[in-house]
């Protein structure tokens, strides 16, 4: 009952705002639409739309939409602009009370003002808060050395401020001091549970098929919820409209394949229809064996296959888009003496989905949707140890409303997640810990934007519901900026946040491949001593966090910027595995003290540092220097200690440059610096007792047991530093068989730094990271 009428007050407050807007805009007229490509009908993103001679302006969103409110009845000239098409200029009538609907398609060709580029990125940056973001497009990540000659989204994650990555093999990213669980990522609005694959340098989504990704690595409004940390919100393009497009690629690593095409054509008068299939498989396995002898005897033991199909409906305004996928991802770990598997590893997520907009006749607001289901399952066989999985079966649907007011705009929405988790895995004195649960989540948002002159504050709140706690929590959030001239703008966000899904893996282990999926357990301790000594009693089991970040921007010239941001998360509430225990927390066992018997316990912790962005974009030079200071700490009740993903100094530089007559070459180069990770030492080792055969055992003269590792301090250790350079030349050709054919050679580890990846607790023999590795690639579009 409860969160029923929770779920109707929130409604009744939406539909209010719903039918207010209509009325805010008595006296003035609205103009509004769609910008698309005319030659492949897809949307254009972050074009400018103005009215010539006033100040009404918008930027187009990632679907192409823009609505200019609360203008003055009477005739202007609309001009539509972008660097990637020719300009449209058209005079419009506005009348009052009266929403004037204008759709375009924009012709292929590159505008130039004033001998500049027109950067809709920097006007985005001066007229929206923006803060923690990063915005990757396709082009982006061609600027990036690809691994083996493909380029990937996770190539480019790596070198955006706040990221770091735990390997090449096996790695995990974390952002700003969150784990992987507690970074939310959505495919076109769908929940992805494992976005990379095992190898550490491959998504599970094809570049080509990108349209947009947003990367919030913290304070993120209210649009945003689950999550304790960050979110990346991605969405692919929609098929071509227009004409039949295919691409396919191959190198020593695997090949792909796109294809895209108008099942029904796109007029400029009304919507098409049009489908988009991907797929990428992996055969790294097979041909490392005589491409790379010399990496392991030519074992790289890892795989994966990923497929993605989209149908879209419409185009022209209202649409409709549905897609499936199936990824999945395989592995094993070699033993170093024989070269023989001892673990095997892999995932499989499969699922389908939708997405939708909406343009109510006669009305200035956006309605889009989302709705999605999709199941998970992630397994680990190791030697004669018990099997771990576990399964995540789930659904997530959405409801988005947005509301440009003149310079202002308001979004609200509604959003619903089910998830059903089961999942199995043991601790290190071999106890099992299991559980199996459902859960469902509700949430609500409004966000509201306000300008006004040089100061742009972003108020906003969330109503989230976790229905299988009976846990109601608000969570009221903030983003201001603040632009002090032309060139230099100060920026502050803080909010709060929550979650109700955790992952359990072992913090002993600097590379963890088997990361289980489980929703936020009930039996915790009743009560958590926190830092200064005090006890204070546990009311939830949500993981909760707090963030505040502030910085600047500064553009030093048209195409220099400076962006710096400090930034504080403090994890209030966590939940982690419980390295404790030893006994099941059943009734026989009710007299053994919580922290001995319970799977999971409490911590807290938080997470600072300053990340440092200097971009130059200027035509075909491309240019990034990323500086990250972190610094992240755990408190467990009893002790403070460093994650593993804890990095002191995170350096990045990248380096892109277009040249030939027709700009036919690209070189690209990426230098990277880590410091050292923590991990726990082996301080030594012992027999333990033989105990076979029960209390009448002989442990003094009977054979001793298998050898034990006892550690030193949890995580006081720390790996060598880590550093690598990438290099690729890419070379393009025109007009191959009716496409364009490109050719990649690249390098990754040029000068084979020796970077650590894991060593032996036993036998003490240390695996490095990829060492120097040459590959090449061809890419044909036609």
Not at 89 to 97: C, T
Not at 725 to 732: I, M
Request: include cysteine; hydrophobic fraction near 35%.
């Amino acid at each position: 009952m409860q969160v029923t009428r929770t779920v109707f007050q929130f409604s009744t407050i939406l539909c209010a705002l719903f039918f207010s807007t209509s009325l805010l805009s008595q006296g003035t007229g609205t103009v509004k639409g769609f910008i698309h490509s005319e030659s492949s009908g897809e949307a254009v993103m972050f074009a400018s739309v103005s009215l010539e001679g006033t100040s009404h302006g918008v930027i187009t969103d990632v679907s192409g939409f823009y609505s200019l409110s609360k203008v003055p009845s009477g005739e202007y000239n609309l001009i539509v602009s972008s660097i990637e098409f020719e300009n449209v200029r058209e005079k419009v009538s506005v009348i009052s009370g009266k929403v004037l609907t204008k759709n375009y398609l924009l012709k292929d060709g590159v505008v130039q003002l004033g001998g500049a580029e027109v950067s809709a990125d920097s006007e985005e940056q001066r007229n929206s808060v923006r803060m923690s973001v990063e915005t990757i497009r396709p082009a982006d990540i061609k600027h990036i050395p690809s691994f083996g000659g493909q380029a990937d989204l996770v190539q480019v994650l790596q070198v955006l401020p706040g990221f770091v990555s735990t390997g090449d093999q096996g790695g995990q990213l974390y952002i700003r001091g969150g784990s992987p669980i507690q970074n939310k990522v959505l495919l076109d609005g769908m929940i992805v549970y494992n976005a990379f694959h095992s190898i550490g340098l491959f998504s599970v989504f094809d570049s080509d098929a990108l349209a947009n990704a947003d990367i919030y690595t913290g304070a993120f409004s209210a649009k945003y919820g689950g999550r304790i940390s960050s979110v990346m919100d991605i969405k692919t393009k929609d098929g071509n409209m227009r004409e039949q497009k295919v691409i396919v690629g191959a190198s020593p690593f695997g090949a792909k394949i796109m294809l895209e095409g108008p099942l029904k054509k796109m007029t400029d008068k009304a919507g098409g229809i049009s489908y988009l299939v991907s797929m990428k498989h992996s055969y790294l396995e097979k041909t490392s064996q005589f491409l790379y002898p010399y990496i392991d005897g030519g074992k790289l033991p890892f795989g994966f296959t990923d497929t993605y199909g989209k149908i879209t409906f419409g185009g022209a305004g209202s649409k409709l888009s549905l897609f499936g996928f199936g990824f999945s991802d395989h592995a094993s770990v070699l033993d170093d003496s024989t070269g023989v598997s001892f673990a095997d590893y892999g995932w499989k997520n499969v699922g389908g989905g939708g997405n939708f907009t909406i343009v109510p006749p006669g009305s200035a607001v956006l309605v889009k949707g989302h709705f999605a289901i999709s199941s998970y399952g992630i397994g680990l066989e190791e030697g004669n140890l018990s099997p771990r999985y576990s399964n995540v079966n789930g659904f997530n649907f959405g409801l988005d409303f947005k509301y440009v007011l003149g310079d202002d705009n308001v979004e609200y929405g509604l959003e619903v997640v089910g998830l059903e988790t089961d999942y199995k895995t043991f601790n290190a004195l071999n106890v099992i810990v299991e559980q199996t649960e459902n859960t469902t989540e509700f949430g609500g948002y409004i966000d509201y934007t306000i300008s006004r002159g040089k100061l742009i504050v972003q108020p906003s709140i969330r109503m989230q519901y976790y229905s299988s706690l009976a846990k109601f929590r608000p969570e009221p959030r903030i983003g201001m900026k603040y632009k002090f001239n032309e060139r230099l703008r100060l920026k502050l966000a803080a909010g709060m946040y929550s979650q109700n899904v955790i992952s359990a893996n072992s913090d002993r282990d600097v590379v963890n491949l088997f990361y289980g999926f489980l929703a936020g357990p009930e039996n915790l301790q009743s009560e958590f001593v926190t830092p200064s000594g005090q006890t204070r009693a546990v009311s939830h089991s949500l993981q909760t966090a707090n963030h505040v970040v502030a910085g600047f921007e500064y553009d030093i010239t048209e195409f220099l910027n400076l962006n710096v941001e400090g930034y504080l998360k403090q994890f209030t509430q966590l939940t982690n595995t419980n390295r404790q225990k030893l006994f099941p927390d059943d009734a026989d066992h009710n007299d053994v003290p919580e922290l001995l018997r319970l799977d999971y316990i409490i911590e807290s912790g938080f997470a600072q540092g300053v990340d440092m962005v200097l971009k130059f974009e200027q035509k075909f030079t491309y240019l990034w220097l990323v500086y990250g200071l972190g610094n992240v700490d755990r408190w467990d009740g009893s002790r403070w200690y460093d994650p593993v993903f804890d990095r002191r100094h995170n350096v990045n530089l990248v380096a892109s440059q277009d040249f030939g007559k027709n700009q036919e070459w690209q070189a690209s180069a990426r230098w990277s610096l880590g410091s050292g990770l923590p991990f726990t030492q082996s301080q030594g080792y012992y027999q333990s007792p033989n105990v076979t055969d029960g209390i009448s055992s002989d442990y003094i003269t009977q054979n001793a047991g298998d050898i034990t590792i006892y550690y030193a301090g949890l995580n006081q250790g720390r790996l060598p530093t880590y550093h690598r350079l990438d290099l690729s030349v890419k070379r393009t050709f025109k007009d191959v068989s009716g496409g364009d054919l490109d050719f990649t050679a690249g390098i990754t580890n040029v000068y084979s730094r020796e970077n650590v990846f894991y060593i032996n607790r036993i036998t003490g023999q240390r695996k490095n990271q990829l060492p120097f590795l040459p590959s090449i690639a061809i890419d044909w579009k036609f």
